[in-house]
C-alpha cells in the first residue's frame, strides 16, 4: 500500500515526454514532433540550450533558424553556442575579445616572419626568390582581409580604423580600452 | 518642443515614450537607427538591455559596440556569424606558422652549411634545390589544410 502510495506521488514528477529536447525542458512546454530545436539541442545537453537562449533568447533562435536551410542548421546552432559561451565568458566583447587576440597573434607572425624572411635573404644569392613576398599574397591559401568580408564593410568606420592599420600594431585605437585592432 | 524628437533609436524603434534615464540612448543615437535594429534582430531590446545593464557604466559603450559588430555578422552570415571570421583567423594563423617554421627550417639548414664550411656559400642551384623543396611540401601541406576545411569553418572549435 505504501509503495503503491509513492509509486503514484512520484508518478506526478515524471516528465510526460521523455523525449523533450533541451529547449522544451527549459521553456517548459511540450516537445512537438515539428520541434525547430530538437534536433540540436539533444536532452542530454541541456547547457548547450541554457547558454543561447540567455545570450539571444529562445524566439530570436528560433527565427535564425527558420531562415537557414535544413542542413546548415547544426553549423548554425553550434555558432550560435560558440558566440553565447564567448559573450557569457566575456559580457564586455563577446567573441569580438577573441578575434582581437587572434589578430593580435597574426600580427606578431607576420612580424617574426618578415624578420625571418630578411634573414634568410642575407643566406640566398639575391636573384633567388624564395617565396611569395608574404603569406598573405599565397594563392594556394587564399587569405582574406578583414575587411574584405562582407559583414565588415561599413562596420570599420565605427571604429574609427582603416584596412590600412590591419597590418600596423597600435598600442591604442580610438575606442580607448576596447582591445582589438582593425 | 516635442520631446519625440528626442527619442534615442531604440525608442524610436520600440515605439515608445524615451526616459531621461533610457538605457539605450547613450549608446544608440536617434541619427543611426540601423544599429539598433541589427541588435534587436539578433538579441532582443530585452537581453541588449540586460547586457547593457550588467555592466559597469565605464565599459557598456564597448558592449553596445561589440554586440553591434556581432549581430551584423549574423545579419550578414546567419549561419556562421562572426565565427566565420574568427574560423579564418585560425586557418590564417596556421598558414603563417607553417610559414615561419619553413623559413625557420631553411635558415637552420643553411646557417648549419655555413659553420661546416665556412668558404662555402650555397651556390645558386643548392638554394634553389632547397626551395624545390620546400614547394613541393608546402603544396601537399595545403592540400592537407584544404581537406580538413572540408569538414566546415566550425572544425576550429
Known amino acids: 500500500m505504501r509503495a503503491m502510495r509513492m509509486k503514484q506521488a512520484m508518478k506526478g514528477h515524471e516528465p510526460r515526454s521523455s523525449s523533450s529536447c533541451a529547449a522544451c525542458k527549459l521553456l517548459k512546454r511540450k516537445c512537438t514532433s515539428t520541434c525547430i530545436f530538437a534536433p540540436y539541442f539533444r536532452s542530454d545537453e541541456p547547457k548547450k540550450f541554457a547558454k543561447v537562449h540567455k545570450v539571444f533568447g529562445a524566439s530570436n533562435v528560433s527565427k535564425i533558424l527558420v531562415e537557414v536551410p535544413e542542413e546548415q542548421r547544426e553549423d548554425t546552432v553550434n555558432s550560435l553556442a560558440y558566440e553565447a559561451e564567448a559573450r557569457l565568458r566575456d559580457p564586455v566583447y563577446g567573441c569580438i575579445g577573441a578575434i582581437a587576440l587572434l589578430q593580435r597573434k597574426m600580427l606578431e607572425l607576420q612580424h617574426d616572419l618578415a624578420i625571418a624572411r630578411a634573414r634568410l635573404a642575407r643566406y640566398t644569392v639575391p636573384a633567388v626568390s624564395t617565396s611569395s613576398p608574404s603569406v598573405l599574397m599565397d594563392e594556394n591559401v587564399g587569405m582574406v582581409s578583414f575587411y574584405d568580408m562582407p559583414c565588415c564593410s561599413g562596420v570599420n568606420e565605427s571604429f574609427g580604423q582603416s584596412s590600412s592599420q590591419l597590418t600596423q600594431v597600435q598600442p591604442m585605437n580610438d575606442f580607448g580600452q576596447f582591445p582589438y585592432i582593425f | ?157
Not at chain 2, 43 to 60: C, D, E, F, H, L
Not at chain 2, 101 to 127: H, M, T, W, Y
Not at chain 2, 134 to 145: N, P
Request: charged fraction near 15%; proline fraction near 6%.
Open chain 2, 1 to 157: 518642443m516635442s520631446t519625440i524628437s528626442s527619442r534615442c533609436a531604440a525608442c524610436k524603434y520600440l515605439r515608445r515614450r524615451c526616459p531621461p534615464d533610457c538605457i539605450f540612448s547613450p549608446y544608440f543615437p536617434s541619427n543611426d537607427p540601423q544599429r539598433f535594429a541589427c541588435v534587436h534582430r539578433i538579441y532582443g531590446a530585452s537581453n541588449v538591455g540586460k547586457m547593457i545593464q550588467q555592466t559597469p557604466t565605464q565599459m557598456r559603450a564597448q558592449v553596445a559596440d561589440s554586440l553591434y559588430f556581432e549581430s551584423r555578422c549574423r545579419i550578414q552570415d546567419p549561419v556562421y556569424g562572426c565565427v566565420g571570421i574568427i574560423s579564418l583567423l585560425h586557418l590564417q594563423i596556421h598558414n603563417a606558422e607553417s610559414e615561419l617554421a619553413k623559413v625557420k627550417a631553411q635558415i637552420a639548414f643553411l646557417n648549419s652549411d655555413a659553420n661546416r664550411e665556412p668558404s662555402f656559400r650555397p651556390q645558386l642551384e643548392g638554394a634553389s634545390n632547397v626551395n624545390n623543396l620546400w614547394s613541393a611540401q608546402s603544396s601537399v601541406e595545403q592540400h592537407q589544410i584544404g581537406s580538413s576545411t572540408t569538414h566546415g569553418p566550425l572544425a576550429f572549435m
